[in-house]
């Protein structure tokens, strides 16, 4: 080693002086090894140089290392503070839970509910498949893993972030705990006990008795508390007799009872299905099943729920229908609503509610004779009608008793809408300024060719070629009259025309929610495929009636706890569709109600607009319509009773057809007619889109493409009775056809000058050279004896126009 650090050192220290309190760091710097080197050196330990500039924001380590020692000792003070502050309380009130109350809009009682439906039974009687099933669903690693686990927290974060599903992270047993203890309050000093309890519970309780407790207090749905219940309630057998496949189904149900009932939410089927593949795949996976038994096995169906004797007729359908409207709409969740103890006002209007059953019953149920024909044990009817002002279901019937029909017709999205569609795509024809293939403006007289199986122009996704009802063709066509005999050549067209996207996002912009199933983009979209709910399209008629404004609908007026008020949705209205949009298709629905295939909805005794639907195979026939103050929808469906399967309606009330414009447009009638009464009349207030108002008529002659009349000799393109929709008529006429034109209409049965359908009534009435002299009676029969009206060809086609005439001008041309 050099001498010169030791020479250096001593040399510091024979000459040492104090140091003056100027030097500068860098003199300190230099003077440090001398002090520090020489030999039994005494010198003073320099100062730390001073920190600048960013290096300040930085903490030292000494600082993070103390703050993370504080932290640890905090979060390990809290914790035995916690454990040792936290006891395990006795059960909580949910075994007798407070009922529900349910009040009219006036006030009045509607509904009471709350009754808990729970059995008790131990775990030595819960079948191994249903204990594995529910692990499988919702903790796979509950015997192996503490009272919390991170893990699963995290995971369940992670698969809801990446739209896995939702899931809580929860343990089995945080889950009881939650049931048993406490709520199901989202709050954090709940889930801080919940934290505390279920780590001493995991200490105190052994595991099979935490699942047991667990299964015995988990909600299953239909008023289902506990797994006993729940077999009982979806497939009326005990616990002890669940099979594999069953027991998957009701784990499933832990997840989301209401989401994942499939008879009461068929259109859930399919998320259902998923959630059940997933429990049996996580049983194969754990070991708790093997492959091949697991191959073999078919989704389970759940009985038809039946409700109780306290919600039996109509009530039990409100109830149910302003529960998934709290719940839906995050107002109350499932849980704590079932719970109970809330005061719930509806929107509902007891008088009007009184109308609309009394409608039905008298138009449709009374008429039923089960016992002489079977086919009217499948008949149902739903039914809903908004304030298109407020937005405020006043009505809703869901069928003939909740106690003996559990689904709701009113609220279920299983039945294809049929022809009730078509106005939303006129509506986004004229909201989007759409044009023909050759490049007119979409109006009420535009003309299109209504051949039957026309092919559409302008697809590029393939042929499509719709039939007519009954296969009939038209020829050259205004869209008014299209749309007053329902012709499905003309709207597929025009869905092509104003483009089918277009034409979806109309219809969800008008209150048809965008997951109802089938609503596609493509030229079937105008035909209604679709399988919204009566309660969603009621909605989107309201929006036309209020003249494109939409707010979407509700169901209550207050909901109060305890006596504080809960918060409801903000009551939000927007500009949906231009006015002229929505005021143009009404005009062209009250063409329908005044000379097409709704003319029964004239017994309503005011102006009213309206359009008849029918479903595929004639499974369901439809009547929407509004009249200025209330929009009412109304559809008669088949199910099978036994089976809930879907049924054709044919033979039904003795008729060889159902359709929109006899019974569902009848109750429409009657019920509209009792509400609104004391209600002046009013009429429409409407905003036409340009050239709405001017009459057009094609410059070449229509070509007589219909069957021929028997007593002319003469081709018919129209003349169905009671719409093209169905072609039932109602009314006895008389009259004769001669010469090529109407006069009268049909006999009793028969069908002259190619009207059809059957009568009862009487209608007398004369079509001359193309005028009708003549009206409808009893709301709905025949109009110049064609139900609907029409000019007379007088060369011997019958148009089947519009009574009132409306189309008749030079230079129209004719849409390809």
């Keep these: 080693m050099s001498d010169e650090p030791q020479q250096q050192g001593a040399a510091g220290h024979e000459g040492w002086a104090p140091r003056e309190p100027a030097d500068t760091p860098a003199d300190s710097a230099a003077g440090a090894p001398a002090g520090e080197g020489g030999k039994g050196g005494k010198g003073k330990k320099p100062k730390r140089p001073k920190r600048k500039g960013w290096r300040r924001l930085v903490p030292t380590w000494r600082m993070v290392l103390g703050t993370f020692i504080f932290v640890i000792l905090l979060c390990v003070g809290g914790f035995f503070a916690g454990y040792a502050l936290v006891d395990i309380p006795p059960a909580n009130a949910a075994a007798t839970a407070q009922s529900n109350v349910y009040l009219y809009a006036d006030g009045t009682q509607l509904a009471r509910d709350g009754k808990v439906n729970r059995e008790n039974v131990p775990l030595s009687k819960i079948p191994k498949d249903m204990q594995h099933a529910a692990l499988a669903a919702e903790d796979r690693d509950f015997y192996s893993e503490s009272a919390i686990d991170p893990k699963a927290m995290i995971r369940a974060a992670w698969n809801t972030l990446t739209g896995k599903g939702k899931q809580s992270g929860s343990t089995i047993t945080q889950q009881f705990v939650k049931n048993y203890y406490l709520g199901q309050e989202q709050t954090v000093t709940r889930k801080v006990k919940e934290f505390f309890i279920a780590i001493k519970l995991d200490r105190e309780v052994s595991k099979d008795d935490i699942l047991a407790g667990y299964l015995n207090t988990s909600f299953f749905g239909r008023n289902a508390y506990g797994v006993q219940a729940a077999a009982q309630a979806y497939y009326g057998e005990d616990v002890e007799d669940l099979d594999a496949a069953k027991s998957a189904y009701l784990a499933t149900l832990l997840n989301s009872p209401n989401a994942y009932d499939v008879a009461t939410h068929p259109e859930n089927k399919q998320r259902a299905l998923g959630r059940w593949n997933y429990v049996l795949d996580g049983m194969v996976k754990e070991g708790w099943l093997s492959a091949a038994d697991r191959k073999g096995m078919k989704f389970p169906v759940p009985k038809e729920p039946k409700g109780t004797a306290d919600l039996s007729g109509q009530r039990g359908y409100l109830v149910h229908a302003v529960e998934d409207y709290l719940t839906s709409n995050k107002i109350v969740d499932e849980d704590t609503l079932d719970k109970g103890g809330y005061r719930i006002t509806t929107t509902i209007q007891k008088n009007r509610q009184d109308a609309f059953v009394k409608a039905v019953d008298q138009q449709v149920m009374d008429q039923l004779d089960k016992k002489a024909r079977k086919i009217d044990r499948n008949v149902r009817v739903g039914g809903a009608s908004i304030d298109p002002d407020s937005s405020k279901v006043v009505a809703l019937y869901g069928g003939i008793d909740y106690t003996k029909q559990y689904v709701s017709n009113a609220t279920r999205r299983d039945f294809q ?400």
């Design 417 to 816: 809408v049929g022809s009730t569609f078509k106005p939303f795509v006129f509506t986004s024809a004229v909201q989007h300024g759409s044009t023909t293939q050759d490049g007119r403006t979409i109006t009420p007289n535009t003309i299109y060719n209504g051949n039957n199986k026309r092919p559409v122009q302008g697809w590029s996704g393939g042929s499509y070629a719709p039939a007519n009802e009954d296969d009939r063709s038209y020829g050259d066509i205004t869209v008014r009259e299209a749309t007053d005999k329902s012709v499905n050549a003309v709207y597929a067209q025009m869905a092509v025309d104003v483009g089918s996207d277009k034409v979806k996002n109309t219809a969800v912009d008008l209150g048809i929610p965008s997951t109802t199933p089938d609503l596609t983009a493509t030229p079937s979209i105008a035909l209604g495929p679709a399988t919204a709910s009566v309660l969603d399209m009621t909605e989107a008629y309201a929006t036309l009636a209020n003249h494109g404004k939409h707010g979407t609908y509700t169901l209550v007026e207050k909901v109060t706890k305890d006596g504080e008020d809960v918060d409801l949705p903000d009551d939000t209205t927007k500009q949906a569709v231009s006015r002229e949009a929505a005021d143009t298709t009404t005009s062209i629905l009250q063409s329908v109600v005044e000379g097409g295939t709704g003319t029964a909805a004239q017994g309503a005794g005011r102006p009213a607009a309206g359009k008849t639907g029918t479903a595929e195979e004639d499974k369901a026939a439809w009547f929407a319509g509004y009249t200025p103050d209330l929009a009412t929808v109304v559809a008669v469906m088949g199910a099978d009773p036994d089976t809930a399967v879907q049924t054709p309606l044919y033979g039904a009330l003795g008729q060889p057809r159902i359709n929109g414009g006899a019974y569902p447009a009848r109750i429409w009638a009657q019920f509209t007619k009792a509400a609104l009464t004391g209600t002046p009349a009013r009429d429409f207030d409407l905003e036409l889109e340009p050239g709405a108002s001017e009459p057009v008529t094609p410059t070449e002659p229509v070509e007589p493409t219909g069957p021929e009349d028997p007593e002319t000799g003469g081709a018919t393109t129209g003349g169905d009775t009671e719409g093209q929709d169905q072609g039932q008529t109602q009314g006895q006429t008389t009259g004769q056809t001669q010469g090529g034109q109407t006069q009268g209409g049909q006999t009793q049965g028969q069908d002259e000058g190619q009207t059809q359908g059957q009568t009862a009534g009487q209608t007398a009435g004369q079509t001359d050279g193309g005028a009708t002299d003549g009206g409808a009676t009893d709301g709905g029969a025949d109009q110049g004896g064609t139900d609907g009206g029409g000019t007379t060809d007088t060369g011997g086609g019958l148009l089947g126009g519009a009574v009132q005439n409306r189309d008749a001008t030079p230079n129209a041309r004719r849409s390809p």
